[in-house]
């Protein structure tokens, strides 16, 4: 499963330190980035959205980003 590999990568990313105007800056595509990577699960066993593994973090991100807080 390579592209789960690549997913995560994209998904919960690799975060570096930036000023928050930065990081306001590039939510909403972060975001819709997150949707996308969402989307894609039913490609994969149930076990994927157990709390902890991928989709359950995606979810997670998603949602605090939709609150508005970041």
């Known amino acids: 499963m390579e592209w789960l590999e690549q997913l995560k990568q994209v998904g919960v990313g690799r975060a570096a ?3 928050d105007e930065q ?3 590039f939510r909403d595509p972060y975001l819709n980035r997150l949707r ?3 989307a894609e699960r039913s490609k994969l066993p149930e076990r994927f959205q157990s ?3 991928f ?3 995606v979810d997670g991100l998603v949602k ?3 609150e508005g807080r970041w």
């Open 36 to 38: 996308r990577i969402s």
């Open 17 to 19: 330190r930036i000023a």
């Open 51 to 53: 709390p902890g593994e």
């Open 55 to 57: 989709f359950w973090l």
């Open 64 to 66: 605090f980003l939709e």
């Open 23 to 25: 990081r306001l800056q």
